[in-house]
């Protein structure tokens, strides 16, 4: 799932295309929308939050997508070749006179009232990237509910909006703790500081092509994809598990040296797994 550096980049490049231009092209390949047309609109502005994104239309409309696992948006100039997929993965497509911006697999495609953006964006915490960040806020959250893995924690957009399974690795390594630890079980210096070291690294690599949280050319990632090559620290064998985020199992890479804490072997059992909104 892209993460909210990823979704910031793709808001950026949506909004450079798109934003203060009428639209000369709007094709919605969703049942729901076949027959709504936004051609002759001004696009004002796209908005990223946490996950989602927000395209704001003349006339006090909203499109609002979410890539989760596999959509993504294209850019491209009128008459350039289109190489995002397939035709028939495409959902929507809004072009001016030169450009053309194209959703492929687009699980989450909504044509709103912009006045009802709360409605799919007010439950989130506070956003990494956004200007509504508030760390005292993304601490407190994380903080409810002691008992829970650090890493369900993260992943939770409710706690804060922004992190997904790779800053979830990487955090908990730079922490020197596990995924599985819980919450209440992180000690207060590295608690206190955990929701500024997340935003830090998001905003590092929001203007980034290749994601880093090394700051090693080459070796981009401490542990996320890096099972069961070495640690980059002490040379112990990176490991892999399942870890749930409340709502499906997701591939967790630590250091069982240099990470304390429990491990799949460890942690004790979980009670109902809860639901996470994205």
């Known amino acids: 799932m892209p993460e909210g550096d990823t ?28 027959t709504a047309d936004l051609t002759g609109r001004t696009v004002l502005d796209v908005t990223p939050h946490g ?21 993504s948006w294209k850019v ?5 070749r289109w190489t995002g997929g397939p035709s028939h993965q495409i959902r929507v497509i809004l072009g001016n006179e030169d450009r053309t ?3 492929y697999r687009l699980p989450v495609l909504e044509l709103m009232r912009t006045s009802d953006e709360q409605r799919v964006v007010g439950h989130l915490g506070p956003d990494l990237l956004g200007p509504d960040w508030n760390p005292e806020r993304a601490l407190a959250n994380l903080l409810a509910d002691p008992a829970r893995p650090l890493g369900e924690a993260l992943l939770d957009q409710r706690n804060l909006a922004g992190i997904g399974n790779v800053y979830k690795s990487e955090l908990c390594f730079l922490l020197g703790v596990t995924p599985w630890l819980p919450v209440g079980a992180l ?29 090693r050319r ?15 620290r002490c040379r112990t064998s990176i490991r892999v598990a399942e870890q749930g985020d409340g709502s499906r ?19 004790p059992p979980r009670g109902t797994p809860r639901r996470t909104t994205n």
């Open 51 to 71: 996950k989602h994104l927000l395209t704001r239309v003349e006339g006090g409309l909203t499109l609002h997508s979410h890539l989760k696992m596999d959509g």
């Open 101 to 103: 911006a194209v959703g």
């Open 249 to 267: 199992e997701r591939p967790t890479y630590w250091c069982p040296r240099c990470q304390t804490g429990p491990s799949p072997s460890t942690a």
């Open 218 to 232: 080459g070796q981009d990632l401490f542990v996320y994809g890096r099972a069961p090559r070495p640690c980059l």
């Open 187 to 215: 000690p207060a210096e590295r608690a206190a500081r955990l929701p500024e070291f997340a935003k830090r690294l998001l905003e590092a690599n929001r203007d980034r092509p290749v994601r880093s949280t090394t700051g």
């Open 76 to 80: 491209f100039a009128n008459g350039r």
């Open 7 to 34: 979704v910031w980049q793709t808001a950026r490049r949506l909004h450079g295309a798109l934003a203060g231009q009428v639209l000369t092209r709007s094709d919605f390949r969703v049942p729901k929308y076949a």
